[in-house]
């Protein structure tokens, strides 16, 4: 499988004044595939150490630190030489060792020459739980001292060229908008089996080499279920994980109800729940890459996140495979034209949107809504792009009729707004019509 994030492994490796590289993401969205495939490709070899459930490994950094005799001691252990400079040091599932996480430091310092790749999940929740060392050196973040890169699902250009569709890639990075619209339909018949399969590498994996929509969907009923097993593990209050668990069950049900708010409400939950029990449950599953927190904002203005209200906010899951599972999704609707698109009022469509938001920008976008009383609406998603906000409204049937993001850009003076839906591309001046499957290029429109 191909996976845009290797161009931004190759860049780290080839930059000057590098760092060691943490590669942070949800458990199975493939970074230990993406480094070893990348180590393989670019070095000598990989002295790959993994963390978990491996008591010798993590001996290797319970005492000192001094990067010279820890890069040794990894090279007995995996039988390579990571003082060579060819060898990329690959430390797996790190926030099991809080204290490998600390010696990235003196790696940046001492040993600015070896490459060093951390890959891990939930970093702060580890670091959070460690305790001091015996020789007085308690594990720490590297502030400063590291490099980022943060993996999500797979994007549906991502799940093209795994299912062999390569020349539609090209077809959809072409710089003419309107020359993708020629092969619409088989665009929007690939478009759903990606909401209905998702991003999740093994999945993806599975389901180009089978076709077996039963297969795939079991696959993401075990990673639904083993991210619930997961919770206990990184939580030690029972109370905690309990709660985690029902806000990652409501996630999915909150979406799907077509009589909600449009917003995530604690009280949804369960009977009697409130944000003051639920909020932490919420911050976790988000600091988990586990769901996506889009926050309303009161007016469109820059920087977005001055103008946050996280009293408002909006949840949706890292994948639109897996909230498919959730909700038991059945795989005929695949069979029912454009059923899946608008699905509980839409809710796939968002989703889809969300989710590859975040992975081109690497932040989470934003929402805004009227408050109901003297004026009503709301505009799905609004984000930051080069300075200038955009607006960005979802459709996700063929009809485009509303007025709520032409009445938001009049109100607050916005000339550029972009709605992604199931038409063809149109660009009418102040309003760009972009079609589901080019979601690529929305954060490209607003640099034309």
Known sequence: MERTAMTKLIAWKDAPGRKPLVVNGARQVGKTWLVTEFGGQYFDSVAHVVFLENDQAKAIFSRSLDPKTVLMLIGALTGTNPLDGKTLVFLDEIQECPRAITALKLFAEQTPDIPVVAAGSLLGVALNRADGDSDGISASWPVGKVSFLDLYPMSFEEFLLAGGHGQLVKLLETGDPETPDTLSEQLKGL?????????????????????????????????????????????????????????????????????????????????????????????????????????????????????????????????????????????????????????????????????HLLATSGRSPYYWSADGKDEKGEVDFVIEQQGVVLPIEVKAEGNVAGGSIARFCKRFGLDRAVRLSLLGYKDQGWLVNVPLYSVARVLSEDKR
């Open 191 to 355: 478009l759903r089996e990606y909401l209905f399969i998702g991003g999740m590498p093994e999945v993806v994996r599975e389901y180009t080499r089978t076709r077996s929509l039963v297969e795939a969907r079991r696959i993401q009923m075990e990673l639904l279920r083993g991210y619930e097993l997961d919770f206990s593990k990184h939580v030690e209050s029972a109370l905690a994980t309990e709660r985690i668990r029902e806000t990652w069950r409501s996630v999915p049900a909150q979406l799907a109800n077509e009589n909600n708010l449009k917003r995530f409400t604690y009280s949804s939950i369960r009977a009697g729940a409130r944000g003051r029990d639920y909020r932490d449950a919420v911050s976790w599953l988000a600091d988990a890459g586990l769901v996506i927190k889009v926050s309303k904002v009161s007016k469109p203005s820059i920087p977005l996140e001055g103008y946050a209200d996280g009293t408002y906010f909006k949840l949706y899951l890292l994948d639109i495979g897996l909230l498919g599972a959730a909700l038991h999704l059945d795989a005929t609707v695949l069979l029912n034209g454009n059923r899946l698109f608008t699905e509980y009022k839409g809710a796939y469509a968002e989703q889809f949107v969300c989710q």
